[in-house]
Each structure stands twice: as C-alpha cells, then as structure tokens.
C-alpha cells in the first residue's frame, strides 16, 4: 500500500503541474484487512514496528483525505494474474475479465 501511494501522490503532483485538478481521495484496493487496519488504526502501531515508515505514510495520506482504502478479496483482485502463480480456474476468469483472448484458438 505504501508503493501505490507514492505512486498516487507523484501522480497528484504531475497532473497538478499540467493544470489537472482532482479534489477526490484515490481509492486503494488491498486483499490484505490487516493492512487496511494497521494504517487506519493506531492502535495496530505497538505490533508493528518494522514496518513504521510505511504505516505512517499511508496513515497520513489516508487522515489527509488524498487516499481512500477498500477491501477487495484475493478472487477479486485481476493484477493477481501478472504477479502471482493461480489455479487454472482463477487464471482464466481474470483472462477473461481483461478482454484477452486466444488468437490462436480454432474458431
């Protein structure tokens, strides 16, 4: 979460050079709920320690109201097939939710 909202945030700043207003919070999806907690509750702070820099950066973005955070399930989650090994299932359900297809297929 805390790579994306770098990457928001440059974003924010190039379309602000280019004259390109966006009053409204990014969405961030995560599967991870533990994520979505520790950077909204401080409470979740004391237990993780190593991951401070992070957790302050998205927690900042995320009180600041430029980013907003929503769960989205494992199943849901289409960049999954770029970055993750899947069932054959699952592949082919995100193949198909990104319009590709076999050109090769006979048809």
């Not at 909204?40 to 109201?65: M, P, S």
């Not at 929503?70 to 970055?83: E, G, N």
Request: charged content about 15%.
């Amino acid at each position: 979460m805390a790579a994306i909202t770098c990457e928001l945030t440059w974003i924010r700043y190039v379309l602000q050079d280019l004259q390109v207003y966006h009053s409204g919070p990014a969405h961030v999806y995560c599967d991870n709920q533990a994520a979505i907690h520790i950077a909204a509750n401080l409470v979740f702070h004391e237990r993780t320690k190593h991951i401070e820099l992070d957790c302050h950066l998205v927690r900042e973005k995320l009180q600041a109201g430029q980013i907003t955070t929503h769960y989205t399930p494992s199943k849901h989650q289409i960049a999954d097939l770029l970055t993750k090994a899947l069932g054959k299932g699952l592949f082919h359900a995100h193949l198909r939710k990104l319009g590709m297809h076999n050109i090769h297929a006979p048809t």
